[in-house]
T-cell receptor, first 115, second 115 residues
Framework: KAGVTQTPRYLIKTRGQQVTLSCSPI?????VSWYQQTPGQGLQFLFE???????NKGNFPGRFSGRQFSNSRSEMNVSTLELGDSALYLC??????????????FGEGSRLTVL | AQKVTQAQTEISVVEKEDVTLDCVYE???????LFWYKQPPSGELVFLIR??????QNEISGRYSWNFQKSTSSFNFTITASQVVDSAVYFC????????????FGKGTHLIIQP
């Protein structure tokens, strides 16, 4: 069974640009969550999607957005990039949504560097 | 607000020693879930265990064991007879029963097992 796939794995952008990251969940999983990992703030929840609907959103500015498609694949977008957006962005999938979720299955992440 | 504290930033032990990783949490929810994840250098978070707030039984899985104590709001993780392959960053995480706000992670403990 293929795991969670994130693309691209590495990317470099400059301030002011925008970026789109992609996540393909494990087959059959309908929930996709996104997390940002930085050395200073650690792992922080961005948002969760289930059946194409955003269920929860973390405390991030509106520059961070996402969506989920009918095949459960998800994308997140960051507009007007800032230096502080440099981070490892992790995607996780699970069969269910919310508190009934068992373990989350994480991808290897997309490492974004903003220059 | 929820909070997870992993006071140990880094632990270094010699192979075959036992090691305990501490985790203390704060939440106002009566129903919640606790998790431990392992993050090897590849970046993906690997699920180790989930405990719900109504299940205080300790658990043992091979060389791994977990001690959940609601009275002290702690969920500690012990590795017995550590091995070099156990070297990784370990995260403790908390999620409310309602599932809002995703997982709240601790800052992680970097475990180094020296041969």
């Amino acid at each position: 069974k293929a795991g969670v796939t994130q693309t691209p794995r590495y990317l470099i952008k400059t301030r002011g640009q925008q970026v789109t990251l992609s996540c393909s969940p494990i087959s059959g999983h309908r929930s996709v969550s996104w997390y940002q990992q930085t050395p200073g703030q650690g792992l922080q929840f961005l948002f969760e999607y289930f059946s194409e609907t955003q269920r929860n959103k973390g405390n991030f500015p509106g520059r961070f957005s996402g969506r989920q498609f009918s095949n459960s694949r998800s994308e997140m977008n960051v507009s007007t990039l800032e230096l502080g957006d440099s981070a490892l962005y992790l995607c996780a999938s699970s069969p269910n949504a919310g508190g009934r979720t068992g373990e989350l299955f994480f991808g290897e992440g997309s490492r974004l560097t903003v220059l | 607000a929820q909070k997870v504290t992993q006071a140990q930033t880094e632990i270094s032990v010699v192979e075959k020693e036992d090691v305990t990783l501490d985790c203390v949490y704060e939440t106002r929810d009566t129903t919640y879930y606790l998790f431990w994840y392992k993050q090897p250098p590849s970046g993906e978070l690997v699920f180790l265990i989930r405990r719900n707030s109504f299940d205080e039984q300790n658990e043992i899985s091979g060389r791994y064991s977990w001690n959940f104590q609601k009275s002290t709001s702690s969920f500690n993780f012990t590795i017995t007879a550590s091995q070099v392959v156990d070297s990784a960053v370990y995260f403790c995480a908390l999620r409310s029963g309602g599932g809002a706000d995703g997982l709240t992670f601790g800052k992680g403990t970097h475990l180094i097992i020296q041969p």
